[in-house]
T-cell receptor, first 115, second 113 residues
Framework: ETGVTQTPRHLVMGMTNKKSLKCEQH?????MYWYKQSAKKPLELMFV???????ENNSVPSRFSPECPNSSHLFLHLHTLQPEDSALYLC??????????????FGPGTRLTVT | AQSVTQPDIHITVSEGASLELRCNYS??????LFWYVQSPGQGLQLLLK??????LVQGIKGFEAEFKRSQSSFNLRKPSVHWSDAAEYFC???????????FGTGTRLKVLA
């Protein structure tokens, strides 16, 4: 595997379910990100981790719970979601956080549908 | 307020024709500027970036962009479009010392054979 991978690619879940999204980066980066991509809206930054420490929680509802066990893996745990949470969830990584000159590399995303 | 505007939601061009996608930004500091492309079912791939220096930036896949400070613009161009260029294109702005990118809402490109 190369770059940033995400699993599953598609997920349909009910409002009472609990599921997790997984992201893995094979680039040796130290920072990882979760974004939400909804139609006709700019990408929304949700969470940022640097060396497994959360440095950004962008007013995201508690039904989204991130976890970063090591610098290569990032999870997004989901529970009691709402239909408006249906979106494409993108994971990204970068060499570091010090500056935006560190390019962010994106995974293919997980298409989430909440029924 | 910091923002990125991509005024064209959809653009359709014929294969072989030239392309220009518009991007205007509002940013307090000297900006870093990016163009990303997202093909169907894929994540975002960086096409090119501008940090400083020459205002005409060359990227991958034959794309280029020109930074015009006076117009707060960073338009993306390609002289001859290929059918494989059909995708969604996102402009983004960020600044020195921050990891936060501000993305536009995207322009979806359709290429006619």
């Amino acid at each position: 595997e190369t770059g940033v991978t995400q699993t599953p690619r598609h997920l349909v879940m009910g409002m009472t379910n609990k599921k997790s999204l997984k992201c893995e980066q094979h680039l040796g980066h130290n920072a990882m990100y979760w974004y939400k991509q909804s139609a006709k809206k700019p990408l929304e930054l949700m969470f940022v981790y640097s060396l497994e420490e959360r440095v950004e929680n962008n007013s995201v509802p508690s039904r989204f719970s991130p976890e970063c066990p090591n610098s290569s893996h990032l999870f997004l745990h989901l529970h009691t979601l709402q239909p408006e949470d249906s979106a494409l969830y993108l994971c990204a990584s970068s060499q570091g956080l010090a500056d935006s000159s560190y390019e962010q590399y994106f995974g293919p995303g997980t298409r989430l549908t909440v029924t | 307020a910091q923002s990125v505007t991509q005024p064209d939601i959809h653009i359709t061009v014929s294969e072989g024709a030239s392309l220009e996608l518009r991007c205007n930004y509002s940013y307090g500091a000297t900006p870093y500027l990016f163009w990303y492309v997202q093909s169907p079912g894929q994540g975002l791939q960086l096409l090119l970036k501008y940090f400083s220096g020459d205002t005409l930036v060359q990227g991958i896949k034959g794309f280029e962009a020109e930074f015009k400070r006076s117009q707060s613009s960073f338009n993306l161009r390609k002289p001859s479009v290929h059918w494989s260029d059909a995708a969604e294109y996102f402009c983004a702005v960020a600044g020195p010392g921050t990891y936060k990118y501000i993305f536009g809402t995207g322009t979806r490109l359709k290429v006619l054979a």
